[in-house]
């Protein structure tokens, strides 16, 4: 018969695991919007200008923000605080994405503002996940987790969602 001590894992309270399960979910949601939204929008602009050289400038408009803020995003996030940093990246990518159908249902959205609407979502995502791993060490540590554990649900977690919507759907 063996026996099993108790570790610090299993002796925390559910109350201690929420502000780890809420990055953890926090994270996700994120992660699988802008994966959505950098399929999405490319996508759109196909559609919408039938130019695949606007499509690519679009998609180009993406990823051009990311490698900018990536330089900077350490120091974004030492001074405005890892919380919230994350919830100001998130906050302006979700009003950003909420603004392409909205304007364009109004009539409103030139390919310029589209533009400029792709740049402003995503050039707060880099610090925005950099904050968001930020607060994983500490958050792990209260809610009695292994930092092993707690990285890979953080790193797997969009993944497991596209596996299992593939799977299914696929």
Not at 131 to 148: H, S
Request: charged letters at 10%; glycine letters at 6%; one cysteine or more.
């Amino acid at each position: 018969m063996t026996t099993t001590s108790p570790t610090s894992e299993n002796l925390t309270l559910p109350n201690q695991r929420a502000p780890i399960y809420a990055l953890l979910t926090a994270n996700a949601i994120s992660q699988v919007g802008n994966m959505m939204t950098a399929v999405a929008i490319p996508w759109f602009v196909l559609q919408t200008t039938h130019s695949a050289a606007q499509t690519g400038l679009s998609a180009f408009a993406s990823t051009l923000p990311i490698f900018f803020s990536g330089m900077i995003g350490g120091v974004i996030v030492d001074r405005v605080g890892a919380k919230r940093m994350s919830i100001i990246a998130d906050v302006l990518s979700m009003v950003t994405v909420a603004l392409v159908p909205l304007l364009y249902s109004a009539g409103a959205l030139s390919y310029p503002l589209l533009l400029a609407l792709i740049v402003a979502g995503t050039i707060l995502d880099t610090p925005g996940s950099t904050a968001r791993q930020t607060m994983m060490p500490d958050l792990a540590t209260k809610a009695g987790m292994k930092l092993e554990r707690a990285n890979a649900a953080y790193g797997s977690t969009p993944q497991r969602f596209w596996s299992r919507r593939c799977s299914s759907a696929c």
